[in-house]
């Protein structure tokens, strides 16, 4: 198992190098030519995150180790998640709101779970008429991030067509556990927006 | 926003063109100097004589070694500032396991690719860090542990200080087991642990109850760390310095064998492995090591004059009396004219025990100070060593009940027991034994 694992990781470390180089050499372009190709940079990291995608899930679903768990500022977790996608949602005509003022330390998988919140504002970039709305509240002794939008709402939940990334979702979530409770995902429809809402609750 | 048109960046990574990448993102930002290392004693002698203000570390670094090694080996041997930011890149999204587990961990790491943008968002928010920390950095650099734990407490009740709790209470645990309250350090950890079960805290408890020679305590918390993380390399190391305390240096052996195999440039840890092997009679091991120890650590002053007397040790204990005889000429002569005591008294006896007509008459002559002195243990054992083979039980059986009497009595047990069987004095050592337990049940 470990060597199919090594096998993954190493072809997936050398791509995403490559995409490194090609994202650093874009932005060099950008820098020196005075354009703006935001959307390339996107499209670059969208691979490489991709990759990553497909690689946790492997890992996910084979491995039984805990998630890595450090200390996140959650404020600044949404900056970073809103920093990704902002620019790439406005080329799309639409507006991101990050509301969120938990100005704290919260234990979680900072790279999972920007993931799931990257990936939760793509598909609601997909929907979303003019606005998607990204915030963070305490609840329920937890962490709330929702995504929200203001689209017509799931057709039905869960969704039909839910694929890996809902799959992902659902498993990152479950596996953040503290003090035997673990992290749960809703789908709903209404929300602040009228729309979808996506609802990661971690302990 | 920081001005980064201010910055020093140091970009360490073994491959071109992923420095090249890493350069051009640095200066996107405006960074006012981007200077390159691609190997580790590179990296290594730049930061140690002219520390930037922003590290930019790849994690694999080529010649079996990883940015997290370099990390550790800077903080280590103090080379790196704390108010350097110190960021891990790397395309390896399995080095969250690392950060997630172990003590001495980057800043911050990134997991390639990323824009310029994501880097000077986390720049800021680190050197935000930095600032708020800043007077407790200069409180540890004088070694100012009061101040500095006031310092710390003030900033875990500010609002300032709520986005660094974690930070505050992990520095905070460090400064208590710095200035030697253990059991405070305890406290602390155990208090991070009440919020998460995150493997570096429950090594830092391991750590207060090894201070505290609470051995058994120890070992229950440092186990399974060891056992879940195997890259947590430090508690590897803590592991086997508690097993030697409770006697079992087989098992110290065995744990720093196998991270000593995955860390093969990690000479403090070979250091440790060879002197683990020597208490556990290992002494072919014990001068293996010790030779690559002395052949291959090539950090400037790396080699002392300790490792030069366990060579000689532990070539001695192979009877291989005229290699050990070379390795003590090997001592200059500045070497020889600076030894503290303890140094002096390991010396003489080691020269005496390889080429007794060199060494007999300066044993002897420092034999009044060594019958006085107190000795760390592993001169003790030298001495004990070399007045048994002599025949001065008398200067033998005084370190003897020593070393039976001292904190290190379970560590130094299987050695000190084999020394006096192979010279038909097992009955007398049982005797010592007795005398040393009687004297702790009376005191």
């Keep these: ?203 | 926003m920081v001005d980064y048109t201010k910055k020093r960046f140091l970009v360490i990574d073994d491959q071109k063109l992923a420095r090249e990448a890493l350069r051009t993102v640095a200066q996107n930002m405006g960074a006012f100097l981007v200077e390159f290392s691609s190997s580790y004693p590179d990296a290594i002698h730049r930061i140690r004589n002219n520390a930037p203000d922003v590290v930019l570390c790849d994690y694999i670094l080529g010649d079996g070694r990883s940015g997290q090694q370099l990390l550790e080996e800077l903080r280590r041997f103090n080379l790196l500032p704390d108010e350097t930011i110190f960021i891990m890149v790397t395309g390896e999204q399995s080095y969250e396991q690392v950060v997630a587990a172990v003590e001495l961990v980057p800043d911050d790491y990134l997991i390639k690719p990323f824009a310029p943008d994501k880097l000077m968002l986390r720049l800021d928010r680190l050197t935000a860090r930095k600032e708020f920390f800043q007077p407790f950095y200069a409180a540890k650099r004088r070694n100012d542990h009061a101040r500095a734990l006031a310092l710390l407490a003030d900033g875990l009740k500010s609002d300032a200080g709520r986005p660094y709790r974690f930070e505050s209470l992990r520095y905070m645990a460090e400064t208590q087991l710095r200035a030697g309250q253990a059991a405070a350090a305890e406290a602390t950890y155990r208090s991070v642990l009440e919020m998460a079960a995150l493997p570096w805290a429950r090594a830092g408890l391991a750590r207060t109850l090894h201070r505290q020679q609470r051995l058994d305590e120890a070992r229950s918390e440092i186990d399974p760390v060891v056992a879940a993380q195997p890259d947590f390399f430090d508690a590897a190391d803590l592991k086997a310095a508690i097993c030697l305390d409770q006697g079992e240096p087989e098992e110290a052996q065995r744990v720093l064998d196998m991270v000593a195999r995955r860390t093969p440039r990690n000479y403090v840890r070979k250091r440790l492995l060879a002197e683990a092997a020597a208490l556990n009679g290992d002494m072919k091991t014990a001068n293996a090591v010790m030779q690559e120890v002395l052949a291959n650590d090539s950090m400037p002053g790396a080699v002392t004059v300790q490792d030069k007397l366990a060579m000689a040790r532990s070539q001695i204990g192979e009877n291989h009396m005229l290699d050990a005889a070379r390795t003590l000429a090997l001592l200059t002569e500045p070497e020889l004219q600076h030894l503290a005591l303890p140094e002096r008294a390991s010396y003489t006896a080691l020269l005496y025990l390889c080429s007794p007509s060199k060494g007999k008459t300066r044993f002897a002559g420092l034999r009044p100070a060594l019958l006085e002195a107190p000795l760390p243990a592993i001169a003790r054992c030298d001495v004990l060593r070399a007045a048994l083979v002599l025949g001065d039980n008398e200067l033998a059986d005084y370190h003897a009940k020593s070393l039976m009497a001292g904190e290190e009595a379970k560590r130094v047990f299987p050695l000190v027991r084999a020394l006096y069987s192979a010279r038909q004095r097992a009955d007398d050592f049982r005797d010592l034994q007795r005398q040393a337990a009687l004297a702790r049940i009376h005191h």
Excluded at chain 1, 22 to 40: C, K, N, S, Y
Excluded at chain 1, 55 to 67: G, H, P, S, V, W
Excluded at chain 1, 105 to 117: G, N, P, S
Excluded at chain 1, 174 to 200: D, K, P, S, W, Y
């Design chain 1, 1 to 203: 198992m470990q060597k199919k694992w090594d096998i993954l990781a190493v072809g997936v470390h050398d791509t995403k190098n490559q995409l490194f180089q090609a994202e650093a050499m874009t932005a060099d372009l950008e820098r020196r030519l005075g354009v703006d190709l935001g959307e390339v940079r996107y499209v670059i990291e969208s691979a490489a995150a991709s990759l990553s995608r497909t690689l946790n899930a492997y890992r996910l679903f084979t491995d039984e180790r805990a998630l890595p768990l450090t200390p996140v500022v959650v404020a600044d977790l949404l900056d970073e998640v809103a920093l990704d996608l902002r620019q790439h949602l406005a080329r799309a005509g639409l507006t991101l709101t990050v509301d969120g003022a938990v100005d704290e330390q919260w234990l979680l998988d900072r790279e999972r779970v920007i993931m799931l919140l990257d990936n939760a504002l793509q598909n609601a970039g997909r929907y979303a008429r003019q606005e998607i709305r990204l915030s963070a509240t305490l609840a329920d002794d937890g962490l709330c991030l929702r995504v929200e939008d203001d689209g017509p709402g799931f057709d039905s939940i869960p969704p039909a067509h839910g694929g890996v990334g809902l799959m992902l979702a659902e498993r990152i979530t479950h596996l953040h556990e503290r003090q035997g409770r673990h992290g749960r995902l809703a789908l709903t429809n209404g929300g602040a927006l009228g729309g979808a809402c996506v609802t990661f609750w971690l302990p």
